[in-house]
Nanobody, 120 residues
Framework: VQLQASGGGLVQPGGSLRLSCAASGRIFSVGSMSWHRQAPGKQRELVAAITSGLITTYAEAVKGRFTISRDNAKNTVYLQMNSLKPEDTAVYYC???????????????WGQGTQVTVSS
C-alpha cells in the first residue's frame, strides 16, 4: 500500500496548481485523507483534510483559496490551490488512513512530498 503524490511545481504569485495523491495496492478501505506542508525551517502543518463522508477542514491560512476533494472510486485526493502566495511555498505531503486488505487495522500512510514554489 502506498500513496503517490504529484502536481507540484513553480508558479507565480496569484497562480494556481492542482495536487493529486493516489492510494494504490491491496486496499480494503480508505478513511480520512489530508494534505500537509512543511516549509524550510518550520514544522509540518495540516493544510486541509477530508473524511470519507466528504466533510472538509482547512487551515485558516488557506481558507477560501484551497479546495480539497476526493474521488473514492479512484482512492485519490486532490488539492486545488488558487491565489497562491509566496508563503505557500513548501513541500506538500498527502496522508491517508487506510485499511489494507486482510488487515483489521487502519494505519497512517504518507506520500512522498511534492515541492510547491510560489515566486515571481
Amino acid at each position: 500500500v502506498q500513496l503517490q503524490a504529484s502536481g507540484g511545481g513553480l508558479v507565480q504569485p496569484g497562480g494556481s496548481l492542482r495536487l493529486s495523491c493516489a492510494a494504490s495496492g491491496r486496499i480494503f478501505s480508505v478513511g480520512s485523507m489530508s494534505w500537509h506542508r512543511q516549509a524550510p525551517g518550520k514544522q509540518r502543518e495540516l493544510v486541509a483534510a477530508i473524511t470519507s463522508g466528504l466533510i472538509t477542514t482547512y487551515a485558516e491560512a488557506v481558507k477560501g483559496r484551497f479546495t480539497i476533494s476526493r474521488d473514492n472510486a479512484k482512492n485519490t485526493v486532490y488539492l486545488q490551490m488558487n491565489s497562491l502566495k509566496p508563503e505557500d511555498t513548501a513541500v506538500y505531503y498527502c496522508n491517508g488512513v487506510l485499511r489494507p486488505t486482510g488487515s483489521s487495522c487502519r494505519n497512517d500512510y504518507w506520500g512522498q512530498g511534492t515541492q510547491v514554489t510560489v515566486s515571481s
